[in-house]
Nanobody, 126 residues
Framework: QVHLVESGGGSVQSGGSLKLSCVYS???????LAWFRQAPGKEREGVAA???????HFADSVKGRFSISKDSDKNTLYLQMNSLKPEDTAMYYC?????????????????????WGQGTQVTVSS
């Protein structure tokens, strides 16, 4: 059973930074890890993804502000969020896929991921 556990959310003022972490239980040569977010009343959207070869993908709305990385020794995925805006307020989820679906459906498509964490709340005040 795959487990994903996020942490690091919180409240911050506009312009501030937060770093989210996601501990994952499994990793293979075909794993793609990603961060998604969902604000109240809105659809879940892909924020960033990192493939097993290190290729990264970002939503246009976060390019230049967010970075994604992973520490294989710690089985941990990170999302560094800088220059936060009130519109970044959402529940942030970690996701993983091991079967190649992100390549077929797009690395920032939620339908490409089979495993999800429980989420961590990020609130940015103006």
């Amino acid at each position: 059973q795959v487990h994903l556990v996020e942490s690091g959310g919180g409240s911050v003022q506009s312009g501030g930074s937060l770093k989210l972490s996601c501990v994952y239980s499994e990793y293979t040569s075909s794993t793609v890890l990603a961060w998604f977010r969902q604000a109240p009343g809105k659809e879940r959207e892909g924020v960033a993804a990192i493939e097993s070869d290190g290729e990264m993908h970002f939503a246009d709305s976060v390019k230049g502000r967010f970075s994604i990385s992973k520490d294989s020794d710690k089985n941990t995925l990170y999302l560094q969020m800088n220059s936060l805006k009130p519109e970044d307020t959402a529940m942030y989820y970690c996701a993983a896929d091991y079967g190649g679906w992100p390549t077929l459906r797009g690395p920032l498509q939620s339908s490409a991921y089979s495993y999800w964490g429980q989420g961590t709340q990020v609130t940015v005040s103006s």
